[in-house]
């Protein structure tokens, strides 16, 4: 996948919006005052910018990929957009609540303590998280670690960087992102599964502390 030269027919070739997704963008929506301001971090189209403005919320969504962000600013031009890694993110304070959905599985293993407290600086006190982690078979990723070990690539385990497997993937285990998320300051509200054809999310719903 190229988000950016992939930006404008995205929505045409895909739907990735579950009852799942749904039902979280939802939570976070009520954790967050009327008036407030929700972060979409990685928003590529903005599939959930609607479900925000249209309950009275404000939204600015960030994203690496012009592309994809180009087609969120047509459907949405009230939505404030920034071109911006997740890695790159630098808001202090500014969110009531954040959201990152469907792409902490492109960010690699020693970025993730990075990226989380990216997310918590941004939020206020109290603000609510909103993570999606994709989960694939672990048979597959010990197949994609054996093959990329065999061609000498520095691998690590979780991460498919084959060829044909849609550009970079990490995949960590559910214990690995609860430590993160601990110490990143972050407590549990809530979490679900969702197994869909050949993969699945574990859907997070996290809270930021109190100051
Ligand atoms: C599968 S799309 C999901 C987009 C949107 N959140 C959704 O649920 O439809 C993944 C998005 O993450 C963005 N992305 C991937 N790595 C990123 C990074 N390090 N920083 C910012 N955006 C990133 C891509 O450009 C793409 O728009």
Request: charge should be negative; proline fraction near 5%.
């Amino acid at each position: 996948m190229d988000y950016t030269r992939d930006g404008a027919t995205y929505d045409d070739e895909y739907d990735p919006v579950t009852a799942v997704h749904r039902r979280f963008v939802a939570r976070l929506i009520d954790s967050c005052p009327q008036g407030g301001t929700v972060l979409d971090a990685a928003c590529g189209t903005g599939p959930y910018m609607g479900m925000v403005l249209g309950a009275g919320r404000h939204v600015v969504g960030t994203d690496q990929s012009a592309g994809m962000l180009g087609r969120a600013g047509t459907k949405h031009p009230s939505a404030r957009l920034h071109q911006v890694g997740l890695q790159e993110l630098a808001f202090e304070k500014a969110f009531d609540a954040a959201m990152c959905i469907d792409a902490m599985e492109h960010v690699p293993p020693e970025e993730w303590p990075l990226v989380l407290a990216n997310f918590r600086r941004a939020l206020r006190s109290g603000g609510h998280l909103y993570l999606t982690i994709e989960e694939v078979d672990r048979r597959e990723l010990d197949r994609a670690f054996a093959e990329e070990t065999a061609a000498g690539l520095p691998a690590v385990r979780g991460e498919d960087v084959r060829e044909g497997t849609g550009g970079y993937h990490y995949y960590p285990g559910r214990e690995q992102v609860r430590r993160w998320l601990a110490e990143a300051g972050f407590t549990l509200v809530d979490e679900a599964d969702e197994r869909l054809d050949g993969y699945g999310y574990h859907h997070v719903l996290v809270r930021a502390p109190e100051y």
